[in-house]
């Protein structure tokens, strides 16, 4: 299965292993919650799916490299107590809590979460002196003697041999208490994250044109060659990085990200080459307006330049709309809040400003609690961040104005706010239907208005925006495409028929 599959499967085990009874008890007990096991190769995203599960579930996590542990770091250490037996003192040995069970006692207690995900990487490289207790481990949430707490399901990573030296094979009673997910890398998969995760353009249109560059491993003199899709996303961010500090990108930068000569040195020439063409075509005029679509030029282009043109426009939308719906989302969470402080006046239950005082204290604690469950995206801690900020803002405006105006002073601010936010949207928008009129006058209805089409429709901040904001020409031209689609293949049929 692909990591996609992957995360879903893990997602209904999650919810079926927190699922409780009327008296708040889960209804599968520990020992037949089994861990799952992703098995797959190092780099295809396994570890991302566990922080983007937590954020969306709401849960704290907690991650260990196994391969790092001894058996004592693991169980804990050995303690001499006395204890009386029949009357009579004897020696005992405890042991003081283990590392990872201790971990998540104190995430919880950081976090405030009670449930969360336990994720073990490596884990079928364990030494052999710590090979039995993982059995334990398994199947009853204990390590030694003390016990992972209710409420946290663990999931588990492994590479196969292939990938790594230390692996060692689990042997039938081991696999008896695991649900083993075996996942391997899928371009399509990936892409539709990358788009949401506004990777470099470069990276996906090279990746168009070379998709079997995306992920593989083999051998080489020098050893192993090797490029992952953690790579990709590791070059892509240091990218973005270099251009906006105006940094010089070589051969032997990107060699360090993509561990393989061939590769690295055929990304290398493309990028220079997509870095000519962002410098040819003007994305910025385009989008406000001030270039016209050449025609007769844009349709003489070969398929490298088309691509590589439709890579820079769709970038440049999708970073306009993740920025437009972290916006809006930020502006519906204090508009949440405003809302309840109206409602709590109204009802003479509190003083505006000593709610709104309240409430931001809760959003900087709710802030610090998901920083500290490690399981918050970039674009959620923004958000959180900026909703901490303009209720800072709306706290001073409130304290300088006189208690009974003080909500009509947050009513006039958060107006002003969502004036401003809706001309960007507009200006958004507009940029969306210059981009797609540009790509049809300039290539017409065919393969690379589709092109362009389909990169829009798998992201899912470009399908929310057109929702939220009922975009007409993005509307439009997706009929346009349906038809046109409809027409060939009635064309198809009518030929085959003939």
Do not use: C
Request: glycine share 6%; net charge negative; no cysteine.
């Amino acid at each position: 299965m692909n990591i996609q599959e992957a995360k879903e499967e893990i997602s209904r085990a999650i919810d079926a292993y927190l699922w409780k009874d009327e008296s708040g008890h889960y209804r599968i007990p520990r020992e037949r919650q089994r861990p799952v096991l992703l098995m797959g190769a190092p780099g295809v995203g396994k570890t991302a799916i566990m922080r983007q599960l937590a954020e969306e579930k709401g849960l704290a996590l907690v991650s260990y490299t196994i391969s790092h542990h001894t058996r004592q770091s693991a169980i804990g250490l050995p303690v001499v107590t006395e204890q009386l037996f029949d009357g009579r003192p004897q020696k005992t040995t405890n042991y003081t809590m283990s590392e990872i069970v201790a971990s998540v006692y104190e995430m919880m207690e950081k976090s405030g979460k009670r449930e969360g995900i336990l994720f073990l990487d490596e884990i079928n490289t364990v030494s052999e002196t710590l090979a039995p207790t993982m059995l334990q481990f398994l199947q009853y949430k204990t390590f030694g003697t003390h016990r992972v707490p209710d409420g946290w399901v663990i999931v588990t990573a492994g590479n196969p041999p292939e990938y790594n030296r230390a692996v060692r094979d689990f042997d039938v009673v081991t696999k008896d208490r695991v649900r083993e997910l075996r996942v391997t890398a899928d371009f399509a998969v990936w892409k539709r994250y990358a788009l949401e995760r506004g990777i470099h353009g470069a990276v996906l249109a090279f990746l168009e044109l070379e998709p079997e560059a995306f992920f593989f491993v083999r051998a080489g003199e020098a050893g192993k060659r090797f490029v992952t899709a953690r790579g990709w996303e590791d070059l892509s961010d240091s990218l973005k990085a270099y251009e906006a500090l105006r940094l010089d990108v070589s051969g032997a930068f990107t060699a360090s990200f993509l561990q393989d000569a061939e590769i690295a040195d055929k990304f290398y020439r493309y990028y220079l080459l997509y870095r000519k063409y962002a410098a040819l075509y003007d994305i910025a005029g385009i989008l406000g307006g001030r270039e016209k679509a050449d025609a007769a030029r844009l349709k003489k282009t070969g398929f490298d330049e088309k691509l590589s043109f439709i890579a820079l426009l769709s970038a440049a939308i999708g970073e306009r709309v993740r920025k437009w719906q972290e916006e809006f989302r930020v502006q519906q969470e204090v508009f949440r809040i405003l809302k309840e402080i109206r409602d709590a006046e109204a009802a003479g239950q509190t003083v505006v400003t000593e709610a709104l005082r309240e409430a931001r204290f809760a959003a900087e604690q709710r802030l610090l609690r998901e920083q500290a469950a490690e399981a918050l995206s970039p674009s959620r801690e923004r958000q959180l961040t900026a909703v901490v900020t303009r209720l800072r803002h709306y706290e001073t405006l409130s304290d300088a104005a006189e208690p009974k105006d003080a909500f009509d002073a947050l009513r006039t601010a958060f107006a002003a706010d969502e004036a401003a936010r809706k001309q960007r949207e507009a200006e958004t928008g507009e940029a969306l239907s210059r981009a797609l009129r540009f790509t049809a006058e300039g290539f017409g209805e065919g393969q690379e208005l589709a092109l362009f089409l389909t990169e829009l429709n798998e992201n899912s901040a470009v399908l929310a925006f057109a929702d939220e904001t009922g975009h007409a020409d993005y509307a439009r031209y997706n009929q346009l495409l349906l038809l046109r689609d409809r027409r060939e293949t009635l064309k198809e049929e009518v030929m085959q028929f003939l």
